[in-house]
């Protein structure tokens, strides 16, 4: 169908130069020894064409002069093999690269060249046009981004924030009120039910005593205080025995005391997630915490182990400018009993670098009130937080790291080459100084 439709405009077309007759030959001529060499039918289809172009041109380009022997294509049956065979002949190749290649690429340049020019200028416009305005678009979508980021996203974070800090502080501050109400409950009820209390009981109840935490200036701990959480740990000692685990039935004083707990917790929550942001008692108690905020800022809160002789409490620590604060994170402590703590910082009388488990990860806080507290953290979070309470400056605290120098420094020696100190106390604090504790029963 092509080739029928080439053939007619072929036919119709007017060729009047030289150069044109030499172009359509040239372009025809390639397509047709490639179909030649190949073997391929095109061949076949080109041949009216080239028969229809030979024949307008003979005497434009004084065929009858250069191709003497070029085949008749007046109707001639044979023409086909015959132009075939004549192809690959001296006498064509001759006439088509010394005459026909060169006026061809003579037409090309001056017919093409120009609108090739003006096109590759018009397509460096559109492509200097398409960069500019692509680079505007990213800007204008840059500029856009910071923006939105300046006047939604930062103001969202920043109130998010705000909003975490209050809703954080506010269940601390609910979680301290319940914690410490709990304890004057326990207190109240210690000395209502007590031997001589008011609401005291007919009956003997046997009292258990514990050591007490508290240290003489020799660091030893002579005071005997009544434990109110006894355990006589029956279980573990069945266990032992091969007795089994005797199952008791919770009494209905143990079930109204569960009932009053979980009515006492679902309270709270309710009371925490109903509170008015636009109440006025809100507004001042806000108040009054960014007063307190400014007389006293959180500086370094970590995740830490307070270390006992026979447990592990896991917890936070909180350093600020005046207090240093201890929040049991256990999951199964009792209700109103635990290990928080609160310590002001002129109570700290010593702060020691401690092993634990052989690894340089703790810290022993040594109190005016002759208590102490192993603490245990991370590695790399130890000397943090050492570094953090040194830097507050306070004038109980030894800044010395090691304990050579500690030792010198406090020329213990000495004392005991007077005799200013017994053999004990210079047995114990040399011991101190060299990280015995008794918090690690591996220590």
């Not at 060249?113 to 840059?142: I, S, T």
């Not at 570094?387 to 400056?393: A, Q, W």
């Amino acid at each position: 169908m092509a080739a029928a439709k080439l053939n007619t405009l072929l036919q119709t077309k007017v060729i009047e130069s030289q150069p044109e007759a030499c172009y359509l030959l040239g372009k025809l001529e390639g397509i047709l020894s490639r179909s030649i060499e190949e073997k391929t039918e095109t061949y076949s289809f080109l041949i009216p064409l080239v028969r229809t172009l030979v024949s307008k041109i003979y005497e434009l380009l004084f065929m009858n002069l250069h191709l003497p022997s070029l085949p008749p294509t007046n109707g001639s049956p044979s023409f086909f093999e015959d132009f075939q065979e004549y192809c690959s002949s001296d006498e064509w190749q001759v006439y088509i690269d010394k005459y026909i290649i060169p006026n061809m690429k003579q037409y090309e340049e001056n017919s093409f060249r120009p609108d090739q020019e003006q096109m590759a200028l018009y397509w460096k416009d559109c492509y200097e046009a398409f960069m500019v305005n692509m680079h505007k678009r990213d800007r204008e979508r840059g500029e856009s981004k910071l923006k939105f980021q300046e006047h939604f996203v930062e103001p969202f974070s920043r109130k998010a924030r705000q909003e975490n800090l209050r809703y954080n502080s506010m269940l601390k501050q609910l979680h301290g009120q319940h914690t410490a109400t709990m304890r004057q409950w326990r207190a109240a009820q210690l000395y209502l039910l007590s031997e001589r209390g008011p609401w005291s009981e007919m009956k003997q109840h046997v009292n258990h005593w514990k050591l007490s935490n508290v240290e003489n200036f020799s660091r030893m701990r002579l005071k005997l205080v009544q434990n109110y959480n006894f355990n006589s740990h029956q279980d573990a000692s069945d266990l032992r025995d091969n007795l089994g685990v005797y199952q008791t039935q919770p009494s209905s004083e143990s079930l109204l005391l569960e009932v009053v707990k979980q009515v006492k917790v679902s309270d709270l929550e309710d009371d925490v997630l109903e509170l008015p942001e636009d109440d006025a008692a809100a507004s001042s108690n806000l108040d009054e915490k960014d007063e307190q905020s400014q007389k006293e800022k959180l500086i370094l809160s970590e995740d830490c182990e307070l270390i006992t002789v026979i447990d592990v409490i896991p917890g936070r620590l909180e350093i600020t400018t005046q207090h240093i604060y201890f929040f049991d994170g256990s999951i199964e402590k009792e209700e109103g009993v635990g290990f928080d703590f609160k310590w002001h910082l002129s109570q700290i009388r010593e702060i020691h670098l401690r092993r634990y488990n052989l690894r340089r990860s703790a810290l022993e806080i040594f109190l005016t009130d002759q208590t102490n507290y192993f603490l245990n953290f991370n590695k790399e979070v130890r000397n943090k937080v050492y570094s953090r309470i040194l830097s507050l400056r306070s004038p109980n605290i030894s800044g010395t790291r090691s304990p050579q120098e500690l030792f010198k420094a406090s020329g213990l020696m000495q004392k005991w080459v007077n005799r200013e100190i017994s053999n004990f106390d210079y047995l114990i604090q040399l011991n101190t100084m060299a990280g015995r504790t008794y918090n690690d029963l591996a220590q």
